[in-house]
């Protein structure tokens, strides 16, 4: 059977007609356990769920997953069995061929429900973990969750709030992602934080700023618009704040150019002819991820290809003094700090 979409996923569990072997996986990992969970619930029923739902740990034993599996449900049609984040470290061949077996052959009376949560199956790289994959897409139902689109993120966030009784606007929504990243985990604790704040009604923009934590790359995203516009208070609090924060100097440095790359993509893409998403075809790094390309774009007009080479230059050089120098961390980022502002100004850089 091919790989299953989440929208599938979601059309067999409203519609019932659930069976046989579900794999979860993905390095969408809230969507994971989201899917589990409601696949579970669905699969067992609400009755006799001591009979009718059996959940295991990874490494429990094959022959116990056999017997949960084989045993017939109680007055019911089928039962559930879950297994979360198995695992195949330590097993013998002879327990890795039972698994396999067990996996291509689940009676119609039972769903068995395999969630990695937690843990990533090296399913293409690993022998062993290749060989299960290919035998559960063959009698089972496969689906990874992948990391959502910008797009997707916002409409998820205003239908969580929506649920939670408040109103949150999508330009809000795309603030909070800004902010935060696009890990769902941590979109919905912040959202659960904002609502619990707001109560019910609309979300104020205040409120997403006065409470939302921002992520290491925002926070150093703002820190290079204060350097690109050439406020010095500013981009010095922000780094203070960061250090102050125990962020490590290497990632601070690493994060700010990041930023810089992205910035001198677009800007040689626009000078191409191009559009800013064009990087998007040839570096990974930017799918579902095309808003670090959007913003690089607001921020690149004004600025020289030539300024943004000498900006590159200064990062660089500030990443060989952090690894390799034995000048105090802070005031080599400080350093750094300076020059981008002198080259943001156009003037030479000391």
Known sequence: MPECRESDLKKQIEANTLTGLYVLYGDEKYMVAYWAKRLIKKAAGKTFLDFNLQCFSGDAAADALDDAVQALPFMASRKCVAVSDLSLDGRTPSENKKLLQLFADVPDTTVLVLSFAASDPPFQKDKKWKKL????????TCVACRKHSRPELKKTLVAAA????????????????????DDLTALHGELEKVCA????????????DLLVTRNLEARVYDLSRALLAGHSGQAYRILNQLLEQNEPPVRIL??????????????TALQSGESAMEPAK???????????????????????T???????DILLAADLDLKGSHTAEQLILEKALARLLLAARGEKSA
């Open 282 to 304: 040839y570096f990974p790094e930017y799918k579902n991820r095309q808003f670090r390309l959007t913003n690089a774009e607001r921020d690149a007009h004004g600025l020289s």
């Open 162 to 181: 929506n649920r939670r009784g408040c109103v949150l606007q999508r330009v809000d929504a795309g603030k909070m992602v800004r902010y935060v990243g």
């Open 133 to 140: 994959y290919t035998e559960c897409s063959k009698s089972g």
């Open 197 to 208: 704040y707001t109560g019910s009604g609309p979300i104020a923009p205040k409120t997403i």
């Open 254 to 267: 690493a994060v700010l150019t990041g930023a810089y790359v992205d910035l001198y993509r677009v800007r």
């Open 306 to 312: 030539q300024r943004l080479r000498a900006s590159l």
